[in-house]
């Protein structure tokens, strides 16, 4: 990645003055170091412009995306994920294909309020998911955009009320924490 040339691209894409600005280019593979390198130039356009980092991501990318003022996501990781098993709950994630969830007869997130969680167990979306059944797909990407609606929630509760006046935080949570201890309970 060349860090000058993006900073460059910034400068003059904000001489024009869009409404917003869509955030490309970040690696999938290396996530991390792509993050912590280019912290300049994914912080949000100064003046209120909306910015859309594009294929962003796992709860842990967008706690720091919010961080540096990010608050508009397009992703297809919550459905991708899903249709192959890998679920989003408040104490991480799981593939419910293992055989672990074979006899499990409790809800996929026990804090979740979502169709899924509320009507169907592990075990049957284990049975869905190893069978192939397109129903499974579709109950386990109920629950990952649940997920997803409660955490980016959780995340914007937290900006609002833990920003200081210069716009930095005083304190943020890690993704653990904000997928435990932020999200609304179950009603
Ligand atoms: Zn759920």
Same mark, same amino acid.
């Given at each position: !990645?060349?860090?000058?040339?993006?900073? &460059?691209?910034?400068? $003059?894409?904000?001489?024009? %003055? +869009?409404?917003? +600005? =869509?955030? @490309?280019?970040?690696?999938?593979?290396?996530?991390?170091?792509?993050?912590?390198?280019?912290?300049?130039?994914?912080?949000?356009?100064?003046?209120?412009? =909306?910015?859309?980092?594009?294929?962003? %991501?796992?709860?842990?990318?967008?706690?720091? =995306?919010?961080?540096?003022?990010?608050? !508009?996501?397009?992703?297809? !990781?919550?459905? $991708?994920?899903?249709?192959?098993?890998?679920?989003?709950?408040?104490? @991480?994630?799981?593939?419910?294909?293992?055989?672990?969830?074979?006899?499990?007869? %409790?809800?996929?997130?026990?804090?979740?309020?979502? +169709?899924?969680?509320?009507?169907?167990?592990?075990? +049957?979306?284990?049975?869905?998911?190893?069978? %192939?059944? !397109?129903?499974?797909?579709?109950?386990?990407?109920?629950?990952?955009?649940?997920?997803?609606?409660?955490?980016?929630?959780?995340?914007?509760?937290?900006?609002?009320? @833990?920003?200081?006046?210069?716009? $930095? &935080?005083?304190?943020?949570?890690?993704?653990?924490?904000?997928?435990? &201890?932020?999200?609304?309970? =179950?009603?």
């Amino acid at each position: !990645m060349y860090e000058d040339l993006r900073e &460059r691209s910034l400068e $003059r894409l904000r001489e024009i %003055g +869009y409404d917003g +600005y =869509a955030l @490309g280019g970040l690696s999938v593979a290396n996530r991390r170091k792509t993050w912590s390198a280019s912290s300049t130039t994914w912080a949000a356009p100064a003046g209120g412009q =909306a910015a859309l980092p594009d294929g962003v %991501g796992t709860p842990e990318d967008i706690v720091f =995306a919010v961080q540096r003022g990010i608050d !508009m996501f397009d992703c297809v !990781m919550p459905t $991708r994920n899903a249709r192959h098993g890998l679920l989003f709950t408040g104490s @991480g994630d799981l593939r419910i294909k293992n055989a672990r969830f074979k006899a499990d007869t %409790g809800p996929l997130d026990p804090e979740c309020g979502c +169709y899924t969680c509320r009507h169907y167990s592990r075990a +049957y979306l284990h049975h869905l998911q190893r069978s %192939g059944e !397109m129903l499974g797909a579709r109950l386990n990407s109920i629950h990952n955009l649940h997920f997803y609606q409660d955490f980016t929630a959780a995340c914007a509760r937290r900006w609002s009320t @833990g920003a200081s006046p210069n716009g $930095r &935080r005083r304190s943020w949570p890690s993704a653990v924490n904000l997928r435990q &201890r932020d999200r609304p309970r =179950a009603v």
